[in-house]
Nanobody, 116 residues
Framework: QVQLVESGGGLVQPGGSLRLSCAAS????????MGWYRQAPGKQRELVAV???????HYADSVKGRFTISRDNAKNTVYLQMNSLKPEDTAVYYC??????????WGQGTQVTVSS
């Protein structure tokens, strides 16, 4: 059974930084893309950043230049460094991992609140 465990969320003031981590455990094969999504209250879940195993990293326009996604393939872990946080970044952040053989996994979500 595959589990994705997220950590690193919390409360931060505007302009601050947070680093999210998501570690996958269990039998997971042929990982392709690793990414982060977020969902704010009353809004649909949206893509924040995604890093395929091969190819270009993609960021939502709203986070370009402020957020950086990275991954450690040996540890099946994906990170999201978030700098210059804004109140509109407040949301539940979910990690997502999919494989070349069609499997799709989600984390349980971690709350990020940006407020003074």
């Amino acid at each position: 059974q595959v589990q994705l465990v997220e950590s690193g969320g919390g409360l931060v003031q505007p302009g601050g930084s947070l680093r999210l981590s998501c570690a996958a455990s269990g039998s997971i094969f042929s990982i392709n893309a690793m990414g982060w999504y977020r969902q704010a209250p009353g809004k649909q879940r949206e893509l924040v950043a995604v890093m395929p195993r091969i190819g270009s990293t993609h960021y939502a326009d709203s986070v370009k230049g402020r957020f950086t996604i990275s991954r450690d393939n040996a540890k099946n872990t994906v990170y999201l460094q978030m700098n210059s946080l804004k109140p509109e970044d407040t949301a539940v952040y979910y990690c997502n991992i999919n494989s070349f053989i069609g499997h799709d996994y989600w984390g349980q979500g971690t709350q990020v609140t940006v407020s003074s």
